[in-house]
């Protein structure tokens, strides 16, 4: 059987095909995802894994991405022997996989797949994010967190909840003639020390590990 009647078999699965899935219908990348690589049961799965395993959204996100890959592998003649999550890890260049098992997991998928494509169907945390809060109607605001991963997802969930709230307020005032003017973007919040006085928006503070006024 040959590749385009593999795809044909399989509805179409993007990397086999070497096209991007027209689905219309879809209203975001989770959706159009699950539907492409026929992921069936993925939002009850999503929901049972945050809501009773307790998993957090960077996990759901390899989680469906170590789906996308098991799909892909599944259709191809040759697949290497090798659990689908090390071969995501290897084509997205994860570290965690020697170098040169990274280059020959890449070149025994290049000749079967299109990396381009398959790589471009796996999903952030991001996008896990919004679909449990804008279409399961799942709130992602936990108080609380153990992992540095877990820390950073409830502070990027408590500023979008600000400035959501804001933008909303914004919005209801202009609406009621309280305030000129048209749309407005509420941008990152920024947070200052106390000992120094330095401010850094959320990520800036993240990436730097905290203030280093105190070292």
Known sequence: MDRDELADTHGQIPPVSGTKPDIPDACCKLARVTEAYQLQGIDD???RRY???DATLHELADYINDRITAV??????NPPETEPGTVRAALQGEETIPAT????????VAGQLDIELLTGSYVSHETVRRH????????????GFDTF??????LEAYQRQYENGVE???ERAGTK????GGEFRVFSTRIQCDHCSETFRIKELLDAGGCNCQE
Not at 72 to 77: F, N, P, R
């Open 132 to 143: 449990l809060n804008e279409h399961l109607d799942v709130s992602t605001s936990r108080g």
């Open 149 to 154: 991963d877990e820390f950073k997802d409830a």
């Open 72 to 77: 892909a592998l599944g259709v191809i003649d």
């Open 101 to 108: 098992r990274r280059d020959d997991l890449r070149a025994t």
């Open 51 to 53: 809501e009773d395993g």
């Open 177 to 180: 003639g309280l305030i000129d």
């Open 168 to 170: 909303s307020a914004l």
């Open 45 to 47: 799965e999503l929901r």
